[in-house]
Nanobody, 115 residues
Framework: QVQLVESGGGLVQAGGSLRLSCAAS????????MGWYRQAPGKQRELVGF???????NYAASVKGRFTVSRDNTKNTGYLQMNSLKPEDTAVYYC?????????WGQGTQVTVSS
């Protein structure tokens, strides 16, 4: 089972930036996608964005143009760069890694954006 360790969450003012990291270990098969989801209080978990093995990316409409997903294959680490943060971006952010045999989740990291 892939293990994921997230870091980089915190408190930031509206308009600010944060970068989340997701370090993956115990990878036994090819990573298909590395991505990020978020869950705000009282809401369902939703996709933020992901990067595929060919380097292509996909984003939710609400974050497109502000957030960037990337990965460093040499370190098996994924990143979520978040710019122009808004109070509605406040949520617990989860890293997700899909391989051909696993679908793994990180423990979540809190991001709070104050107005």
């Amino acid at each position: 089972q892939v293990q994921l360790v997230e870091s980089g969450g915190g408190l930031v003012q509206a308009g600010g930036s944060l970068r989340l990291s997701c370090a993956a270990s115990r990878i036994s098969s090819r990573i298909v996608t590395m991505g990020w989801y978020r869950q705000a209080p009282g809401k369902q978990r939703e996709l933020v964005g992901f990067i595929s093995s060919d380097g292509s990316t996909n984003y939710a409409a609400s974050v497109k143009g502000r957030f960037t997903v990337s990965r460093d294959n040499t370190k098996n680490t994924g990143y979520l760069q978040m710019n122009s943060l808004k109070p509605e971006d406040t949520a617990v952010y989860y890293c997700n890694v899909r391989t051909i045999v696993d679908n793994s989740w990180g423990q979540g990291t809190q991001v709070t954006v104050s107005s």
